[in-house]
């Protein structure tokens, strides 16, 4: 079935570090991707999503980059700061199965120092 | 704009008590809905998933059910409750051009 890797278990990080989370998918067909962004004691929050190769999605200065060719969706921002302190879930889901939901990533845990 | 309220908030409950949370969603017609169940430290788990009311699939079995009797609500349920049960519950729906959006969860311990 499908599936979603996030490398990164954990990442610690200073405030102004440039952030970089590793996913990478493996789907039958042609997936959305997605982030997540889950605060704790909250639901997780929807961040962006892309839907074809190349197509760059973005918010509150994170983004990544839909390529197909390496399956992949990584998650950058350029500045981090100790409020995007979260754990941050990759995940994708069928375009042609609307009903179903989303399947996700173990989630990567973020913490940033002052 | 779409709300999506959960109930209770948290619950602390015996093993093998029976279980019933719920979900509502506002300013949207016909939602898919969705149950996902998320351990502490977790992924995100799709337990169910609705397209319309009285139906309900199944996608991971954990002693559980689900049930839609009205188009906003989504009930989630189990008549004796496990220790693995316990966890974050959380009640979603889909909008086609977006994403998945959640409800802020119900905290189950189970004791």
């Known amino acids: 079935g499908d599936s979603v890797t996030q490398t990164e278990g954990q990442v610690a990080l200073s405030e102004e570090d440039f952030l970089t989370i590793h996913c990478n998918y493996s789907a039958s067909g042609y997936p959305a991707l997605f982030w997540y962004v889950q605060y704790p004691g909250e639901g997780p929050q929807f961040l962006f999503r892309a839907s074809r190769d190349k197509e760059k999605g973005s918010s509150r200065g994170f983004e990544a980059t839909y390529d197909k060719g390496t399956t992949s969706f990584h998650l950058r921002k350029a500045s981090v700061q100790e409020s995007d302190s979260a754990v941050y879930y990759c995940a994708l889901g069928d375009p042609g199965n609307y009903a179903q939901g989303l399947t996700f990533g173990l989630g990567t845990r973020v913490s940033v120092f002052p | 704009a779409q709300t999506i309220h959960q109930w209770p908030v948290a619950e602390i409950k015996a093993v093998g008590s029976p279980l019933s949370l719920g979900c509502t969603i506002k300013g949207k017609s016909s939602p898919n809905l969705y149950w996902y169940w998320q351990a502490t430290g977790g992924t995100l788990q799709q337990l169910f998933y609705s397209i319309t009311v009285g139906q309900v699939e199944s996608v991971v079995q954990l002693n559980l059910s689900a049930s839609r009797p009205k188009d906003d609500q989504f009930i989630l349920s189990t008549e004796k409750l496990l220790l693995s049960h316990s966890g974050f519950y959380l009640c979603?729906?889909?909008?086609?051009?977006?994403?998945?959006?959640f409800g802020k969860g119900t905290r189950l311990t189970v004791v």
């Open positions: 979603a729906w889909r909008d086609r051009g977006h994403g998945v959006f």
